[in-house]
């Protein structure tokens, strides 16, 4: 018997033009968002994905960037390197966007 696969509630990814394209249409909710986030310890310009589930309560699996000695950005290979993805216990779920998905 396999076990049942956990699906992300909600997933931001820089790299979604979706994303990016409701952030630029509702600003506030991008600032509320930033807030939040930031609010649960985790760096804005270092995450380049964070998805958020929710069993017993709500967590993040956010991916992060990892960063040199001077806390920059450094190529490895052909990419950013990137940290192992780690687990954030979160207080609330992340704001809701006023303006709502496409769907197509």
Known sequence: MTAP???????????DNTYWNRASAD?????????????HGIDPPNTYRLE????DC???RVYE???DKDGRKYVA????????PRDVLLSSLP????VPEETS
């Not at 696969?5 to 790299?15: E, I, R």
């Open 77 to 84: 290979g052909s990419d950013y390197a990137r940290r192992e």
């Open 52 to 55: 958020v589930y929710l069993l």
């Open 95 to 98: 704001p809701a966007p006023a």
């Open 58 to 60: 709500p967590f993040a």
């Open 27 to 39: 600003a506030a909710w991008y600032d509320s968002l930033l807030g939040w986030v930031r609010q």
């Open 65 to 67: 960037f990892d960063l």
């Open 5 to 15: 696969t956990l699906k992300p509630l909600v997933v931001f990814d820089s790299a």
